[in-house]
């Protein structure tokens, strides 16, 4: 079983350049999330999609923008890198949170490195 | 705001040694209350759910608890396997059908053979 697989595992970026981090899930989830993981931070919410079409920002939404064309896709895209985009993002998906079986899966996770 | 406070940061202990790892969290409206365990390199793997104040859930050496204030993790004679950051997460209703996860920082254990 897949769950949730994220592209690329590495990237380096240098300042100003744009990029794609591609998230897809073949658990039939609805919900979707992309989460970044920063040292004496913890995990903090990018964006979300409660469903084909949607998004919604979290937390720390500023410098990203999402997309989600399809049910089991969920595209994160930086359109102008900055150094403080350095950082390791998670995709994650569940069923709705107002259902049973809702656990957040996470995916493995993409290394980016702006310079 | 929605606070989740893990404790502590880092844990050091003996295989077999057993201890426990604390969530505290202040929140408006629990939704469920998650533990994960995130080894290095990789992204949280799901432990448990808790939704209920005396709720108790167990996966080998690990058990939760919840109360309406806090969650620990008990770790029965740990393993160096065990070695991993753990991470704590609560779930809370935020009107018009939005619900929000908030992390804790998570706490890293090391258990030396």
């Known amino acids: 079983n897949a769950g949730v697989t994220q592209t690329p595992k590495f990237r380096v970026l240098k300042t100003g350049q744009s990029m794609t981090l591609l998230c897809a899930q073949d658990m039939n989830h609805e919900y979707m999330y992309w989460y970044r993981q920063d040292p004496g931070m913890g995990l903090r919410l990018i964006h979300y999609s409660v469903g084909e079409g949607t998004t919604a920002k979290g937390e720390v939404p500023d410098g990203y923008n999402v997309s989600r064309l399809k049910k089991q896709n969920f595209l994160l895209g930086l359109e102008s890198a900055a150094p403080s985009q350095t950082s390791v993002y998670f995709c994650?998906?569940?069923?709705?949170?107002?259902?049973?079986?809702?656990?957040?899966?996470f995916g493995e996770g993409s290394w980016l490195t702006v310079v | 705001e929605d606070q989740v406070t893990q404790s502590p940061e880092a844990l050091r202990l003996q295989e077999g040694e057993s201890s426990s790892l604390n969530c505290s969290y202040t929140?408006?409206?629990?939704?469920?209350l998650f533990w994960y365990r995130q080894d290095p390199g990789k992204g949280p793997e799901f432990l448990f759910t808790?939704?209920?104040a005396g709720e108790e859930k167990e996966k080998e050496r690990l058990k939760a608890t919840l109360t309406k204030k806090e969650s620990f993790l008990h770790i029965t004679a740990p393993k160096p396997e065990d070695s991993a950051t753990y991470l704590c997460a609560v779930r809370t209703y935020s009107g018009a059908g939005s619900y929000q996860l908030t992390f804790g920082k998570g706490t890293k254990l090391s258990v030396i053979p």
């Open positions: 994650a998906s569940s069923y709705s949170p107002s259902s049973s079986g809702n656990t957040i899966y």
């Open positions: 808790l939704y209920s």
């Open positions: 929140v408006s409206g629990l939704r469920g």
